[in-house]
């Protein structure tokens, strides 16, 4: 498993749960980090998991480490051990690469949400839907009472261009929010590109404070890369992005009472109307849009009406989030995969296992 992209944050909690939800099924996690080699990672998996019956690997259809991912399936493939990716991004220029790994080595796709099952077929590939879940407290906690004041509008991400960071400021700037609230960015790095890609993406959103903000001070960049999950502190929380084949921080965001404000992409879309019904238009803005989302911003901070629907709906709010995005249910569904394509004795023999 590829410990680069975002959505290794449920790992932890997921091997947790396996356990629990089937005591004959054990889990571990692999990951690309600290290998030097693509070689290194097979004698890694041979000393860590020589009893390993079924192999998931999340997002190893991207470039990054792509070396890593075929020494992971054709380690799979000498052992005669089923292998899956867990798609939770899916771009066209992966196309290439999920062709390759699917046709050459028999690879079987499992997708976290209905839209990158869609984007899959649209390529002529066929997955399975496996609902990707969301990290959450075992103790949700009250939303805060009352926001700090000055408010405070927050966004985090790791610092890839589809983020969009650079939209946030530059519609906080446009609503002139100054004077009543702050604007808090939590930067991670991306773990994907080089370093002088994220210092890029820090100039682009570094430029439009210097250009647009009447009060560059009402604005803080967080470099530390710990990113928290408590929202309460916020009064509105952003998601700007481009792309997502699922967002998690949104539907964090909204389980502590914070309302999130995001750009009309499918995942996105499809949170809102799970979680605000009727009123979802409330909570999205066209991607790219800076006076739109400086609106709903603007609109949002003077009335909180939103934070208000929130407060006045939380135990829905969070009664949907755990029944449609539950870790439990993921790790439910990969622990029935695993129990139904375990490789027999005889397969096992065949393929010159001890």
């Known amino acids: 498993m590829s410990s680069v992209t975002g959505v290794t944050v449920m790992m932890a909690e997921l091997l947790r749960l396996i356990p629990s939800v089937d005591p004959e099924t054990e889990a571990a996690y692999q990951s690309y980090e600290g290998l030097r080699t693509s070689a290194d990672l097979a004698v890694s998996l041979a000393a860590r998991h020589p009893d390993a019956a079924c192999v998931v690997g999340v997002n190893t259809q991207i470039e990054v480490q792509w070396e890593f991912s075929i020494e992971l399936l054709?380690?799979?493939?000498?052992?005669?051990?089923?292998?899956?990716?867990?798609?939770?991004?899916?771009?066209?220029?992966?196309?290439?690469?999920v062709r390759h790994v699917t046709g050459r080595y028999g690879?079987?796709?499992?997708?976290?949400?209905?839209f990158i099952v869609d984007s899959l077929a649209q390529d002529g590939f066929v997955a399975t839907l496996v609902t990707v879940g969301v990290p959450l407290a075992d103790s949700a906690g009250a939303p805060?009472?009352?926001?700090?004041?000055?408010?405070l509008v927050a966004s985090v991400g790791r610092l890839v261009p589809r983020k969009r960071f650079a939209d946030i400021v530059r519609a906080f700037c446009h609503a002139r929010l100054d004077r009543v609230a702050r604007l808090y960015l939590k930067l991670v790095p991306s773990h994907v590109y080089r370093g002088d890609e994220d210092a890029e993406q820090?100039?682009?959103?570094?430029?439009?404070?210097?250009?647009?903000?009447?009060?560059?001070?009402?604005?803080r960049i967080d470099r530390t890369p710990t990113v928290p999950h408590d929202y309460s502190p916020y009064s509105v929380y952003v998601c700007a992005s481009g792309y997502e084949g699922f967002s998690m921080t949104p539907i964090e965001a909204a389980f502590r009472g914070c309302p999130p404000i995001m750009s009309e992409i499918p995942p996105?879309?499809?949170?809102?109307?799970?979680?605000?019904?009727?009123?979802?238009?409330?909570?999205?803005?066209?991607v790219g849009d800076h006076e739109a989302l400086a609106d709903l911003l603007r609109d949002e901070i003077a009335t909180g009406r939103r934070s208000a629907f929130l407060a006045a709906h939380l135990g829905d709010i969070r009664a949907?989030?755990?029944?449609?995005?539950?870790?439990?249910t993921t790790a439910r569904l990969l622990t029935r995969l695993c129990r139904e394509t375990r490789p027999t004795p005889a397969s096992i023999t065949s393929a010159g296992r001890p």
Do not use: M
Request: positive net charge; proline residues 7%.
């Open 74 to 97: 054709e380690w799979c493939e000498r052992r005669a051990i089923p292998a899956y990716i867990y798609v939770h991004d899916y771009w066209p220029h992966h196309r290439d690469r």
């Open 107 to 114: 690879v079987g796709l499992l997708a976290s949400t209905p």
């Open 144 to 151: 805060a009472a009352s926001r700090a004041v000055p408010k």
């Open 202 to 219: 820090l100039r682009l959103v570094q430029s439009e404070i210097e250009r647009g903000c009447a009060a560059p001070e009402s604005i």
């Open 268 to 286: 996105h879309r499809a949170i809102a109307s799970a979680l605000f019904g009727d009123r979802a238009a409330e909570f999205l803005y066209p």
């Open 320 to 328: 949907t989030i755990e029944s449609r995005w539950s870790l439990r």
